[in-house]
């Protein structure tokens, strides 16, 4: 094996899982190619959390036929769930290896290389997190570390507990250890990860919680801006607001997954909250002297949701304004105890509340960037669009500024920089301005 392929479906635990995958392998000698035709050895690092995604990744197994000596795996989410019957599937698959047995990798390459047809690693029971003494990052200004993996929640719809296995925190010693080598290496911009990243538990003697870490990482020399996700309103603190009020450097967002502004609903999901409490920790970000952009996830059509809940998700949007949403129809997943339960929804009228839902918010993010218009906000720069002419940054709050600056400039002046930038117009999903400095 002297080449690989990889392709990542999936959350940012995946993305950055297969970070560390692209290190592992290039520090066994393997070089990171960039089709599946030229690579000795073809991964796909998939993602099970809806059918679709699901499906995926049989479709590009199937479009990447077998051919002589290539060897094909099978990584994260769906290679967890499905186990061996993925060979059943795609009898052309070689390796099927879950995210809690990444620290085995390297042996399972070895066994691989020794000539076994089909190697496995899908036990759940690890105690360890995947770390990795070289890791691959593609954006030299942002970097993410994960922080806590798995999840040990049990919401019906879900598959990530039996995908990603029971919670495991890393050491905060761990944690800060590699937050300061990415600063002295550059990186500007950390995100921290995990599935439910405020339920972070540092397993040292210092016993940590995750608003003590998340203050301890803002305060990293040559870090300028930490963000953090997801965060799991059971676990949400207020000391969390309080360690954001304190330091400069953590940004001014937080993403707390709703799924549902019904209480009832909430209950048959088993989230551990009601709306009330949601709304109660919406509160303390609203009442925070930072302005806290807020974003979440929802799912329409769980089954049993009534016209009445779907109304209270509806108004939860209406009085939380959030800067924007992620939302997906309800679908149902193997294992899960929602699989079973009575009173689907059908898919079409899934569908219809999805779009409503989306436009109602739709005019929430209108209204919200508009009002921004006339600000200064500093961006980190992030790229340039050559079909416009504008750069792209992002502000604290996450939202996409595209702007100009007075001078032709090349990619490498502007790319990491940290800008002011005037903001002269607004759309649903970004904002557009103008540098507000000679650069
Ligand atoms: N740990 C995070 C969520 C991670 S999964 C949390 O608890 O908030 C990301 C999102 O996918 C979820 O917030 C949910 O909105 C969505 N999702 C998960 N399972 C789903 C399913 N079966 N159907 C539709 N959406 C789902
Ligand atoms: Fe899934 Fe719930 Fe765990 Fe989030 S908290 S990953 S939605 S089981
Ligand atoms: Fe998907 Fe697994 Fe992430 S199911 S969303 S890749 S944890």
Known sequence: MKSFYIETFGCQMNVHDSEKVIGTLERRGLEQVTTPDAADLVLFNTCSIRDKAEQKVFQRLSENKRSKGKIFGVLGCVAQQEGERIFEKAPHVNLVVGSASYPKLGELLVQIEQGERRVTGLSLD?????ETPMTRRDNPHRAYITIIEGCDKSCAYCVVPYTRGHERSRTSESVL???????????SEIQLLGQNVNSYRDPSPMGWNFAQLLEAVGRVEG?????????HPRDFGK??????????TLCNMVHLPVQSGSTNVLRAMQRQYTREQYMERIEWLKASKRDIALSTDIIVGFPGETEEDFAQTLRLLDEVEYDSIFSFKYSVRPNTPAQGMGDQIPDEEKGRRLIVLQERQRAIQIRRNTALVGTEQEVLVEGFNSTTGQWIGRTSQNRVLNFTVGQQKARDEMIGRYLPVRVTRAGPNSLAGECAIAV
């Open 177 to 187: 250890a590699e937050a300061r080598e990415l600063a002295s290496k550059g990186y």
């Open 239 to 248: 000391d969390i607001v309080d360690a954001m009020d304190r330091t400069e």
């Open 223 to 231: 870090i300028r801006r930490v963000r953090f996700t997801t965060s």
């Open 126 to 130: 690890s105690d360890d997190t995947f």
